[in-house]
């Protein structure tokens, strides 16, 4: 029974469900904690900006408990990310130059190494540390193998009898050129197609001990391509497990942390508020069903739930906690928001410039084109801490306008003057401020645009683009998709959190 009963137990609705999917999705992502280290804590919040707000009394916890409760959210985020970033790749570890971890393992290794070249030295030779290097690979080459595999299996296990091997050993009978020779024939038939110039070099070395070494560094590329094969052909798979295994781990955090739903509350408690209040309506669209006083009826609870996800589109990450159920996806909430700052910039850089460009230049849709890659090229470094905003602004006026006179020149049209060349260029440098109008206009026809977007769902036919976004039409969908797409997995997941804090 959860600790705080004043929060959802969202368990014990969902024990009709198969625990053998929870089990699988469990193991799967069981011991992989150090893939997602680096994940969480990207996107964790500062802690020394803001104070936390004590909803919940703080509750003491042992040192086993934390250590429980950050590995189940460890594995919680990795099953998260698996699921939700389809281009997710596990990378070989590389530890860091110099580090005392890489340095210790460097030695070990030498020394391993040194004590196999010994042995072989011998007159006769030690087979010893041969022959368990060769039972690691055997194990390994198994690993491979899909069930259908029979024939590879058999093959692997006949010339790779460790007892048969043993005993060719202790009477001088042993070849290992001749089982290295058959480990990199296994290897190059069931290596990835990437692997093969790889394996390819292995024939090329002579020397034993270090073919063995280089043996051991293609199986541990072999081991990473595997996985990564593996998380590729269960993806699709997983996505209804994922939901249930979220929500079963985020249950078990919220029973340990009975505070873990403050930010939540607070982040939807802001949003009705909006709502009802008609808050910041210039700044951010107002979902359907809104009322317009404080003394109207309650908003739409999915309205309220669209709401919120668009002002987290406008969050300020430096000043204010991410709420705790979206923290897995801070990192892409700000991208999605770096993206459509960039298109708000663009937007109206480019309404300004076909504004007062003649009508014959606007509607050359090659000219708008290349204008368009021209702006988003010097925008590109937007979310570097050196990127100056009015300097770009200032570069791309002077570019806007060569491209406009040289355009003009083509078609035959009146040149700018040189006092219209100063009026762009000034409207074009007041973009860099929030506050300006035309700004201030793309901004709001943008969120329009999306909280139509996610209130539509899959239906047909989608929200067209509001006047002025036409150029930037293309960019704008494919943030929509992935935008649509993080909010709608968030819901399958943690509605039901939203919906006992609504009601």
Not at 187 to 210: S, W
Not at 407 to 428: D, N, P, R, W, Y
Not at 479 to 485: P, Q, S
Request: contains cysteine; hydrophobic residues 40%.
């Amino acid at each position: 029974m959860s600790e705080n009963p004043g929060k959802p137990n969202i368990n014990e609705a969902g024990k009709s469900k198969s625990n053998d999917s929870e089990q699988d999705l469990e193991d799967a992502v069981e011991g992989s904690d150090e893939a997602v280290q680096k994940t969480i804590k990207s996107v964790s919040p500062s802690t020394q900006r803001v104070q936390r707000p004590h909803s919940s009394p703080p509750r003491f916890v042992t040192v086993e408990e934390l250590l429980e409760t950050a590995k189940g959210v460890t594995n919680m985020a990795l099953a998260h990310e698996i699921v939700v970033n389809g281009d997710f790749r596990i990378k070989p570890v590389e530890l860091p130059e110099d580090s005392l971890e890489k340095r210790v393992k460097e030695i070990v290794h030498k020394a391993f190494w040194d004590c196999l070249s010994v042995q072989l030295s011998e007159e006769p030779p030690t087979y010893d540390h041969a022959i368990k290097l060769v039972g690691e690979i055997k194990e390994t080459l198994l690993s491979f193998l899909l069930p259908g595999h029979t024939r590879l299996r058999n093959q692997i296990t006949e010339v790779l009898d460790l007892d048969l091997i043993k005993q060719e050993a202790e009477n001088g009978a042993l070849d290992i050129s001749k089982l290295a020779e058959f480990i990199i024939g296994m290897m190059g038939t069931l290596c990835a197609p990437a692997r093969d110039e790889e394996v390819r070099k292995l024939k090329d070395i002579k020397e034993i001990v270090p073919l063995f070494r280089a043996i051991f560094s293609v199986l541990d590329l072999m081991k990473v391509d595997m996985a990564n094969f593996a998380v590729t052909s269960i993806r699709p798979h997983l996505m209804q497990q994922s939901v249930d295994y979220e929500r079963k781990k985020f249950q078990q955090l919220l029973e340990k942390q009975p505070n873990s739903l403050d930010f939540v509350t607070q982040w939807l408690e802001e949003a009705a508020d909006d709502l009802m209040n008609q808050k910041y309506k210039n700044a951010l669209p107002a979902g359907g069903g809104a009322a317009g006083s404080g003394d109207g009826p309650m908003p739409n609870p999915v309205a309220v739930q669209n709401y919120a996800y668009l002002k987290l589109l406008k969050w300020d990450h430096l000043q204010r906690p991410f709420p705790e159920t979206v923290l897995m996806d801070q990192a892409r909430f700000q991208e999605l928001q770096l993206q459509l700052e960039q298109l708000t910039i663009l937007g109206a850089v480019l309404l300004v410039t076909f504004s007062m460009a003649a009508p014959g230049i606007s509607s050359q849709a090659d000219f708008a084109e290349k204008l368009k890659m021209i702006v988003k090229v010097l925008l590109t470094d937007t979310h570097l801490p050196s990127f100056h905003l009015k300097d770009a602004l200032t570069t791309i006026g002077e570019k806007v306008c060569l491209e406009v006179s040289s355009c003009l020149a083509l078609c035959g049209l009146t040149a700018f003057s040189t006092e219209k060349e100063a009026v762009l260029k000034g409207q074009i440098q007041s973009v860099a401020s929030p506050d300006d109008p035309i700004r201030r206009i793309m901004d709001s026809r943008i969120l329009i645009f999306l909280e139509g977007y996610l209130a539509s769902g899959h239906q047909k036919p989608l929200p067209t683009v509001p006047g002025g976004l036409g150029p930037v039409q293309k960019e704008l969908e494919e943030v929509a998709i992935k935008f649509v797409r993080l909010v709608n997995y968030n819901k399958m997941v943690f509605s039901p959190y939203y919906d006992a804090i609504l009601s």
